[in-house]
């Protein structure tokens, strides 16, 4: 199995990011193709280049060992392999980097309370670590100590006031932790609630998945039987032509059943993958919630959509799913054309054109205008994109 295959596109495009040198990346791409065609790959982002080598990375098997590849060269192997080689192994050590408070400190009181005697050494690193960061902090508070003592009049204060300004910064050094700590607990509790709220959406998608396949085997076995039918009832006798209507009348409304069945079962798939792309919307990237102060997209801040003749003829050609993966963009674009989720690429000597990535073939063009209008102008297959461009700029 492929390394980031358990990852989303967007989890997968973060990780080639944070992993990768632009430099690889842009080898990567270069080598395997992935780009789409007329595109300079040097003026392309490292997030832009991730995401083309994403595109391929689940359906080409030879992208996908190839950025393997690329990753246990430029990474190396993991010292933490082992430590990670079980489910309760790699659950702890989950829980120690995002949920503890105090890594080292958990960390060397695990290996002291549980480890065997031969890690007695690790734990003395540990706790030497956690002096030395002691030691750096009252270093620091006495160097900021001085400079203040020279920054001010050569008359020394009185006792009162040194005790004064002291309890004074104490006070506001708790308050300052205690609001740390809880902007801490809240942003793991989100973070906490979105894992819970995607792995659900993950189990009911694939028991939904598993129940369409079974309907449509069902479907399948009832359309064979069915034709089996068919074919001895123009070969029975009367009395066995009317057993076999009989039998046949019974398959066609199994048959019925099944596809009414298998037809719910495709609605309810598609309700469930909108859940699970909200879901990894939703989920801050990284493990990491909005810090407070941090700005929000205005609601106020609508962009009326504005749907050309030429789009409207473009998606003529597209099914159902398509147009409404490509409506819900919109919706996203016209909250905010900036989001990162709508992966927004411009469009090659063509200014203020962007492309949208729809599906893996299917790429949304639109144009962004004078005071925020957002002109969304054609629905085109990947393919097309380079003849586009040209039909464009003439």
Do not use: C
């Amino acid at each position: 199995m492929a390394y980031l295959s358990p990852l989303s596109d967007d989890q997968r495009t973060t990780f080639l990011v944070v992993s990768l040198p632009k430099k690889s990346l842009r080898r990567l791409v270069g080598a395997l193709g992935t780009a789409p065609k007329g595109t300079r790959i040097e003026k392309l982002s490292p997030w832009e280049l991730a995401w083309t080598l994403v595109d391929f990375y689940e359906s080409d098997a030879e992208v996908a060992g190839e950025v393997d590849r690329v990753l246990l060269r430029e990474v190396g192997a993991s010292p933490l392999a082992s430590a990670v080689a079980t489910d309760d192994a790699g659950a702890a050590l989950t829980e120690l980097v995002l949920r503890s408070q105090d890594p080292p400190r958990d960390l060397a009181w695990a290996i002291l309370s549980s480890g065997p005697e031969s890690a007695g050494d690790l734990a003395t690193e540990l706790v030497q670590a956690i002096i030395e960061e002691f030691d750096a902090a009252e270093a620091r508070a006495k160097e900021e100590e001085q400079a203040r003592a020279e920054a001010e009049p050569t008359a020394a204060p009185a006792p009162e006031d040194v005790a004064e300004r002291i309890e004074k910064e104490t006070k506001s050094a708790k308050r300052s932790r205690a609001r740390a700590l809880k902007r801490a607990g809240d942003m793991k509790s989100r973070v906490a609630e979105l894992e819970a709220a995607l792995a659900e959406a993950h189990r009911s998608l694939k028991a939904e998945r598993q129940g369409r396949a079974d309907a449509e085997t069902e479907s399948v076995r009832a359309i064979r039987e069915r034709d089996e039918i068919r074919a001895r009832l123009g070969e029975g006798t009367a009395g066995e032509v009317v057993r076999l209507q009989g039998e046949l009348d019974r398959a066609e409304r199994r048959l019925e059943g099944l596809e009414d069945k298998l037809g719910a079962a495709n609605d309810e798939n598609e309700r469930l993958s909108g859940e699970l792309r909200e879901a990894q919307q939703r989920r801050p990237v990284g493990g990491q919630a909005d810090a407070p102060g941090e700005e929000r997209a205005d609601p106020s801040a609508w962009s009326l959509p504005v749907f050309t003749a030429e789009f409207y003829d473009s998606i003529k050609a597209w099914d159902r799913k398509i147009l409404r993966i490509a409506f819900e963009k919109i919706v996203r674009l016209a909250e905010d054309w900036r989001h990162p989720s709508l992966r927004a690429i411009p469009l090659e000597g063509l200014a203020g054109h962007y492309r949208i990535r729809i599906a893996s073939d299917v790429r949304l063009i639109y144009r962004l205008g004078d005071a925020g209008r957002i002109e969304i102008l054609s629905l085109i297959d990947r393919e097309d994109l380079t003849r586009y461009i040209r039909i464009a700029k003439r």
